[in-house]
């Protein structure tokens, strides 16, 4: 595949996700106080800026057509993609039945591990790192409960 092709496939799907984020945001409820930011405003911003920067990408796309024809995309450790996709999408299910915490004790071990990171050290580090900081921000500082 060319990287027209891929540049081409990825902005239009990621126009997509960024559409369905947009429409799931709105659906959040609003902040009574006027002062507060609300649950909606973090993933407002998010979800707007990845429809924003997908049609910057496909307009490039569009308009660089016949430069990029013969360069071609290698997707090297696909392995490792296929693996972090998949265990992104059960430390989302587990989430609900397991709490933050938890998931992300025994998934962000295994994020990294997908990565190629092979010492113990530096990921029961970087866990325990994640982890602190998650909590510090969210639960004490900002005072929002992680589930």
């Given at each position: 595949?060319?990287?027209?092709?891929a540049?081409?496939?990825?902005?239009?799907?990621?126009?997509?996700i960024?559409?369905?984020?947009?429409y799931?945001?709105?659906?959040?409820?609003?902040?009574?106080?006027?002062?507060?930011?609300g649950?909606?405003?973090?993933?407002?911003?998010?979800?707007?800026?990845?429809?924003?920067?997908?049609?910057?990408?496909?307009?490039?796309?569009?308009?660089?057509?016949k430069?990029?024809?013969?360069k071609?995309?290698?997707?090297?450790?696909?392995?490792?993609?296929?693996?972090f996709?998949?265990?992104?999408?059960?430390?989302?299910?587990?989430?609900?039945?397991?709490?933050?915490?938890?998931?992300?004790?025994?998934?962000?071990?295994?994020?990294?591990?997908?990565?190629g990171?092979?010492?113990?050290?530096?990921?029961?580090?970087?866990?325990a790192?994640?982890?602190?900081?998650?909590?510090?921000?969210?639960?004490?500082?900002l005072?929002?409960?992680?589930?």
């Amino acid at each position: 595949m060319n990287r027209n092709m891929a540049n081409l496939i990825a902005s239009i799907v990621f126009i997509i996700i960024g559409t369905w984020f947009l429409y799931n945001t709105v659906q959040l409820p609003q902040t009574t106080n006027a002062a507060d930011v609300g649950p909606r405003a973090f993933p407002l911003i998010m979800s707007i800026s990845i429809i924003v920067f997908s049609i910057v990408l496909l307009v490039q796309t569009i308009l660089s057509r016949k430069q990029d024809m013969d360069k071609k995309i290698y997707i090297h450790r696909a392995w490792s993609v296929v693996t972090f996709a998949a265990l992104l999408i059960i430390f989302v299910l587990a989430i609900p039945r397991l709490g933050y915490y938890l998931s992300a004790l025994i998934f962000f071990p295994l994020f990294i591990f997908a990565t190629g990171e092979k010492s113990l050290i530096k990921v029961s580090l970087l866990t325990a790192g994640f982890l602190g900081f998650t909590k510090v921000a969210f639960d004490m500082l900002l005072g929002v409960p992680l589930p």
